[in-house]
């Protein structure tokens, strides 16, 4: 499963930079060092205007420049974009661009292409959302100095320095996996202003070189409506907090309270850079908590400090993960534990490296652009066969007519050939796969209400019903890939061979091997199906059936795939065992057949079984 794109609230107030059409408009980011840009992503701005598209004000063209000198006397050019249709640029989502190769200090987007301002015919603009520039997996445009030409500044909302704040439209870095726990909580206090009496606490273990510090608010279940929970109004950001070393990373102290020092960030993460920072332990200490308001029953107000995670961020790598927690009080109450500070998850999601999740991103849109593809592929020759049928009926000739008549005729049984092929493969797979788990969930079902008439009804026999639904969940999750197959190259075909294998072999002692490496391209359907196929039935057969203490599944990806299931059980009499109905070893010699594909099974009374399988390569 691949991450999504959240949008989110932006009640931090940093939307972005916005711009006005110039002869010379670009925006320039300082790294302070000379950077090797592995990967440059530009976000859009999204101010969520009613009425105006999503991504409203994103250039039309840009070019991207790297140098070392500031003045650009002396530069490398990296990339250059134009929109593929009028206004297409305004509904994008992200633009990423590989980098070549060239170091420098500055990097610089020169915007060719503005876009009509609504409300002043008469002028032209532009917006940006945020700049992330990727160097051994850290961004290190992140809290980099930016300086701009043909600027339109509105403070917070439309300022330079907001291309580098690490504030999106969306939430960055979260994945699809769901997380186990809300995060860290403090206890409850009566009043708001506590001059740093509350504080958390990561131990990093040794001291060491700082990159980044990222601090994910809290946004629990059970408070839906209430992102950026218990996120401090007056805080400080410490490191080793009261050693002869401490130093100041953030100050947000001003205005004194009740002012607002730092307009609360909702969902989204806040990042700083911590450039030439080395230190062991990163503290946060509160000045003033956040106000829950009544609720508790012990006071009219309560106030508290909370959030999902804390990130310690060197070279790409996360040096809080999993590391000690100390603090000054915490909560007791169920989903909120210190521990879950550094666990890797935020209230709601699993927290991924920026690599990582930009790869996501982009391979989901990567697959949602196929899609467009392949569905205007579709309309376009549904519309080309439409005119060539209309033309041929206007100009054909009677002969030319019936000829047309005997291949639609020809054609039709054709295809219901196909879909009746297709009706009995399903059919098969569906009695295959399901129909043995239904007749057993219905058998421990009617047990289950037997047992609850006598009063005898019992936790085994609902988690053995518990535990086949879920296997027929499996299963029928196994049928629709098989009937669509999602693998669109070899190597997600191999990974779904070894997933397929560990859940089958899930409670017995098992070894997975992969040798190889799986070829370019993508593989023919027919082919994934029928090789997925053929492994469940050699596995299913081997747990069933051969009482082993081992199962050891190997694939190498040579010249062939060769498909090798070797158990240490019982075996059988393979000459003796074809006369006997129920064995399978004719499912799996029609199964390699169909592959074009040689078969050893190889089997004796008390030598357990080894079945290999060397089929050729079938491309799409």
Same mark, same amino acid.
């Given at each position: ?8 609230? %932006? ?432 058998? %421990? ?144 010699? %029609? ?30």
């Amino acid at each position: 499963m691949l991450p999504k794109l959240i949008p989110s609230l %932006q009640t931090h107030r940093r939307i972005g930079f916005h711009g006005h059409g110039a002869e010379t408009a670009w925006v320039i980011v300082d790294f302070g060092r000379e950077v090797t840009p592995e990967k440059i992503v530009l976000f859009p701005a999204r101010p969520a205007i009613a009425g105006d598209p999503p991504s409203a004000g994103f250039p039309s063209s840009l070019q991207i420049d790297i140098s070392s000198d500031k003045g650009f006397s002396t530069s490398v050019h990296v990339a250059r974009w134009k929109e593929e249709a009028v206004s297409a640029g305004e509904r994008i989502d992200f633009l990423s661009f590989k980098g070549n190769g060239t170091s420098g200090r500055f990097l610089r987007i020169r915007v060719t292409g503005f876009r009509d301002d609504p409300l002043q015919p008469s002028r032209q603009y532009y917006r940006l959302g945020e700049v992330i520039v990727l160097e051994r997996g850290q961004n290190v445009a992140l809290s980099c100095p930016v300086t701009s030409t043909a600027s339109t500044e509105i403070s917070r909302r439309w300022e330079a320095r907001n291309l580098t704040d690490g504030y999106l439209w969306c939430l960055p870095l979260r994945g699809p996996e769901s997380s186990p726990t809300n995060g860290y909580r403090s206890e409850i206090a009566d009043r708001a202003v506590v001059s740093d009496a509350a504080w958390v606490e990561v131990d990093l273990g040794v001291s060491q070189p700082i990159d980044e510090v990222h601090l994910v608010t809290a946004y629990p279940r059970d408070f839906a409506d209430q992102p950026g929970f218990g996120f401090p109004t007056h805080f400080r950001v410490l490191a080793d907090a009261g050693t002869a070393d401490a130093t100041e990373i953030l100050n947000e102290l001003e205005p004194p309270y009740p002012g607002e020092a730092l307009p609360n960030p909702g969902s989204a993460q806040l990042m700083f850079a911590t450039p030439g920072l080395t230190a062991q332990r990163i503290r946060i200490t509160c000045e003033a908590l956040w106000r829950r308001g009544p609720g508790s029953g012990r006071s009219p107000e309560e106030y508290l400090m909370a959030m999902s995670e804390l990130q310690v961020w060197r070279e790409g790598k996360n040096l809080a993960a999993g590391r000690p927690v100390e603090f000054s009080s915490s909560s007791t109450e169920p989903g909120w534990t210190p521990t879950a500070l550094t666990d890797g998850y935020s209230s709601r999601e699993e927290l991924l490296d920026w690599p990582a999740w930009l790869t996501g991103i982009e391979r989901a849109e990567a697959l949602r652009a196929e899609l467009r593809h392949v569905q205007l592929s579709i309309q376009i020759q549904r519309e080309t066969l439409r005119q060539r049928l209309l033309w041929g009926a206007i100009g054909s000739t009677l002969v030319i007519s019936l000829l047309g008549l005997i291949g639609f005729l020809w054609l039709r049984a054709r295809a219901a050939r196909v879909q009746e092929e297709l009706r009995s493969s399903i059919a098969r797979d569906l009695h295959d796969e399901i129909g043995a788990s239904l007749s057993h969930l219905a058998l %421990q079902s009617d047990l289950a209400q037997q047992q609850l008439l006598r009063g005898e009804l019992g936790p085994e026999r609902l988690a053995a019903i518990s535990a086949g639904a879920r296997q027929t969940l499996d299963h029928m999750r196994d049928v629709i890939w098989l009937l669509v197959p999602r693998a669109s190259n070899w190597s997600e075909l191999s990974h779904r061979l070894q997933s397929i294998s560990s859940r089958i072999l899930d409670g017995v002692k098992h070894e997975i091997v992969v040798e190889g490496e799986p070829p370019e391209g993508k593989p023919a359907i027919e082919w994934s199906r029928n090789v997925v196929t053929f492994l469940k039935e050699v596995l299913t057969n081997a747990r069933r059936h051969s009482e082993a203490e081992n199962i050891r599944v190997s694939f190498d990806w040579g010249e062939t795939l060769v498909l090798e299931v070797e158990d240490n059980g019982r075996g059988f009499d393979t000459v003796a065992s074809r006369d006997t109905s129920g064995t399978g070893l004719e499912n799996l010699e %029609q199964r390699a057949a169909l592959l074009r594909a040689s078969l050893d099974i190889r089997s004796g009374p008390g030598e357990g079984t080894t079945v290999r399988l060397s089929v050729p390569f079938s491309k799409g």
